[in-house]
């Protein structure tokens, strides 16, 4: 483990831009899918920071919990694409800027 | 024989069911039934008080007390007044002067209210009428002798006003006279109620005492007297009281002052003097009398001549104690005592009536005239001590006195008829009046019963031997002579040029009635009125030729009769030298009276032949010595003027406007005001106001965030998470 141990900050930092990444992707992008991505992108930089730490610890905690929202984030996305998909049927784009009323 | 007593209640009883038969059956009962149900009443009073009369002559004058009911009871003053009817000499001798006149006038108005709208009701007052004056004359304590004050009061106001719904001013100068003589006799009544009240002050009781014995039984009597007054004095009486009390000259309590006894029967003796002059119109209060000639004619006759009126006379004469008791006391200059102010009113007010009669055109006002001098004749005697000749005057003046108004009554009947005759009841002519006797003369030939009872009434009021008037009113004469003094010899001087007027304007007026040619062609086409009218007339005529029988000089029937009853009583000493000179008195009068008025009644222009030769002094007593107009001045104006001020000024302009409008409406619009205002616009609306704009303002804030960008929440959101990722990790960074 020691030997092909790289730095744990690298992995750290990696997390960090990656995290990084996403908040400014889910900032300034206007499509759902753009968004949907990037949040993606934020849920495994979390993944990537919980195995790092399992794997310095020696422990499997962070990895199961890796695995947790994992399976979340699929349940996520079926659910997220299903909800994209729909609104994209209805009003033709998926701009979430122009999704700003209720009414259906 | 004492039992026959016991009926007394009935004498007030029976005309008060004859009222309540007429009250509530009047309308179906017809004009027959009405006046036999009315005359039926008086009449079975009259029965009464005569089975009355007839128990005390057969009783030696004793009378007795009857008691009727419980009245007035209170305990914690030792108040105790009962319904209690006396049956004395006096009360009985009043009983059947009103009950018989009353009775003969009950059966005439008949005749003379035939065809009036208000038929029953006319008769449902002569009936309270009735019964009110006999509880005047037959109680037996001065609270009940002042209810019947009131009560007669009250039915000479409803009888004087009887017309009031006559057409046009007719009608407005009747209720006028109704309120007249009910305010004027206001003023007595005043004098009345407070004279009972100090009564019952200085006495502790209003009674008038068992009655006293006769002459024979005093000496029994006066054994029981002398004990226990102090003990008894609810029964004792006030007389008895009165004359107990100044053997010991008491005090009275008065306020914070201690009164002798003396002093204090003066002040009552006064303020009795006061209701006598509202009561019988006496100087200064008569003048209501000549106005209550506004009533029918039979009205006239029964109260405002020889019943109602007579009440004052009868009131002093039943006082006649404390009177008497007061005539040791002088309270004016030349040693004027209450008496000899009562004797000096009654002769100035016979004097005064007396030059005013002469001068009236007015039938009935004559005789109001008349009335008024013959009371003051009758109060003057009082105040001389002449208590049989008061109450005798009384009595025979009821009887020619009633006898004459009947017959101007039925003059004017005839007048009417006549007038009616020849208008055809068509045009109503230049204001013809029945009553003015310039439009008459003439009808001693068309009204024969009429004339000739009328002309009976006028010589016995004139006082020519042998008729009625002659006896009492020299019976008067003497006593005023007899009591000498300041007051005695005033009275005297008075009395007698008044009786030389009485025969002037009793001669100038059956003149003017009777005799010469028609003046009017009303009295051409006079007619005699009906029996019904003419036959109590008759009566009555014969009770004025004979009524003097009563009292004899010599005989003196009524003074042993009153003196059972009357404690001062004493019998009159007839003077012949004084009735002769009376008598030529009254024919000298009469005989000036033909001379004036014998040949032409009436100058040409509808004058009286006096009016040019005595100028401003005829004047002076066609307009009554001016009474009305002085009492205009000083009391009616003053009063107007300050009704006006206190309902003008006072009421509507300082009361309603000032206080209503300035203070009270205004005060409540400022406090309204300002609670719409300031409080309530200005702090509860401005606390919600404020309310609401804070939140408003909030919410505009708030509304800011909520753009509707998904972007800006999720940034929100982060901000969010990084905040409390420096709140947790700060800590852990400084600690470690």
């Known amino acids: 483990m020691d030997q092909s141990a790289v730095n744990i900050g690298l992995y750290v930092i990696l997390s960090g831009v990656l995290f990084t990444i996403g908040i400014v992707g889910v900032l300034v992008r206007r499509s759902a899918i753009m968004i949907f991505m990037a949040i993606e992108l934020m849920l495994n930089s979390a993944n990537l920071a919980l195995v790092a730490f399992a794997r310095q610890h020696g ?8 695995f947790l929202v994992m399976v979340i984030a699929a349940a996520e996305v079926a659910v ?3 909800i994209i998909v729909a609104v994209f049927r209805r009003i033709k784009t998926v701009d979430v800027d122009k999704l700003h009323s209720l009414k259906g | 024989m004492d039992g026959i007593f016991n009926l007394v209640p009935l004498i007030v009883l029976i005309p008060l069911g004859g009222l309540l038969i007429n009250l509530f059956a009047g309308r179906k009962l017809g004009e027959t039934g009405v006046g036999i149900v009315a005359s039926g009443a008086a009449g079975l009073s009259f029965l009464i008080s005569v089975l009355m009369w007839v128990g005390l002559a057969a009783n030696d004058f004793a009378g007795t007390v009857v008691p009727f009911m419980d009245w007035i009871k209170i305990p914690a003053v030792g108040l105790s007044i009962p319904w209690e009817f006396r049956v004395d000499t006096l009360s009985v001798t009043m009983m059947l002067v009103v009950s018989g006149v009353g009775t003969l006038i009950h059966i005439y108005a008949i005749g003379y209210m035939h065809g009036d709208e208000r038929f029953p009701r006319f008769f449902v007052y002569l009936n309270l009428f009735l019964a009110s004056m006999l509880t005047l004359v037959s109680g037996n304590n001065y609270a009940m002798l002042f209810v019947g004050w009131e009560l007669v009061g009250l039915c000479s106001f409803l009888l004087i006003g009887f017309w009031f719904d006559k057409a046009g001013y007719e009608g407005i100068k009747n209720s006028n006279a109704a309120s007249k003589a009910f305010i004027v006799n206001r003023v007595g009544d005043f004098g009345m109620i407070m004279a009972i009240l100090l009564t019952f ?10 009655v006293e014995a006769p002459p024979a039984h005093e000496a029994e009597m006066e054994v029981e007297e002398a004990g226990e007054a102090e003990e008894v004095a609810e029964s004792v009486g006030v007389f008895a009281l009165a004359e107990q009390f100044v053997e010991e000259d008491r005090t009275v309590p008065i306020g914070p002052m201690e009164v002798p006894v003396r002093h204090v029967i003066v002040a009552i003796t006064l303020l009795f003097l006061l209701g006598a002059t509202g009561k019988s ?11 209550a000639m506004a009533g029918p004619t039979p009205v006239s006759a029964l109260i405002h001549a020889a019943t109602m009126v007579t009440a004052g006379i009868y009131m002093i004469t039943r006082s006649n104690v404390l009177y008497e008791i007061a005539r040791g006391i002088p309270i004016l200059p030349f040693g004027l005592t209450t008496p000899g102010i009562v004797a000096i009113i009654g002769a100035a007010t016979a004097f005064v009536a007396g030059t005013i009669a002469m001068a ?40 020619f006195k009633a006898l004459l108004f009947l017959s101007a009554g039925s003059v004017i009947h005839g007048m009417e008829h006549g007038h009616h005759h020849i208008s055809h009841g068509g045009h109503d002519d230049d204001g013809f009046d029945p009553q003015d006797m310039r439009y008459m003369g003439g009808l001693w030939g068309r009204m024969r019963i009429t004339s000739i009872v009328y002309i009976v009434g006028a010589l016995a009021l004139a006082g020519i031997f042998p008729l009625a008037g002659f006896w009492s009113k020299d019976e008067i004469l003497a006593d005023a002579l ?25 001669g100038r007026q059956v003149l003017m009635i009777f005799f010469g040619k028609p003046r009017h062609a009303a009295a051409e086409h006079a007619v005699e009125s009906p029996a019904v009218m003419t036959w109590p007339l008759i009566g009555l005529a014969v009770l004025s030729v004979i009524g003097g029988i009563m009292n004899l000089p010599g005989v003196h029937t009524l003074s042993d009769w009153l003196g059972a009853s009357v404690h001062h009583a004493h019998a009159g000493e007839f003077n012949p030298v004084l009735a002769g000179g009376a008598t030529l008195l009254a024919l000298v009068a009469l005989a000036l009276a033909y001379a004036v008025y014998g040949r032409k009644a009436v100058t040409d222009d509808m004058n ?12 002076f007593l066609n307009g009554k010595w001016y009474w009305d107009e002085f009492y205009d001045v000083i009391a009616v104006g003053p009063f107007n003027v300050i009704g006006r001020f206190l309902a003008d000024t006072v009421d509507w302009e300082l009361w309603h406007d000032g206080f209503h409008d300035k203070v009270l409406a205004a005060g409540f619009n400022r406090i309204g005001d300002f609670l719409a205002n300031p409080f309530d616009l200005g702090i509860i609306d401005g606390i919600v106001n404020g309310i609401a704009r804070v939140v408003g303002r909030l919410g505009g804030a708030m509304r800011g965030i909520q753009n509707g960008y998904v972007r800006s929440y999720a940034f929100s959101i982060f901000l969010g998470v ?12 400084l600690a470690g």
């Open chain 2, 281 to 291: 119109a006496q100087i200064p209060l008569f003048v209501w009398l000549p106005d």
């Open chain 2, 360 to 399: 009236q055109w007015d039938i009935k006002r004559v005789l109001a005239y008349s009335t008024i001098s013959q009371l003051g004749f009758m109060v003057a005697a009082v105040g001389v001590g002449g208590y049989v000749a008061g109450m005798f005057h009384l009595a025979t003046h009821a009887f």
């Open chain 2, 608 to 619: 009286d032949p006096l009016a040019s030769p005595l100028g401003p002094i005829w004047k």
């Open chain 1, 80 to 82: 997220g694409l299903t």
């Open chain 2, 482 to 506: 007899n009591r000498g003094g300041t007051d005695g010899n005033i009275a005297f001087a008075l009395l007698t040029v008044a009786a030389g007027f009485t025969a002037f304007y009793m």
């Open chain 2, 722 to 733: 990084v905040f409390v990722v420096i709140v947790i990790l700060v800590p852990v960074v």
């Open chain 2, 201 to 210: 002050w200085t006495f502790g009781t209003v009674d008038f005492g068992p």
């Open chain 1, 59 to 66: 422990g499997v905690d962070g990895q199961i919990i890796a």
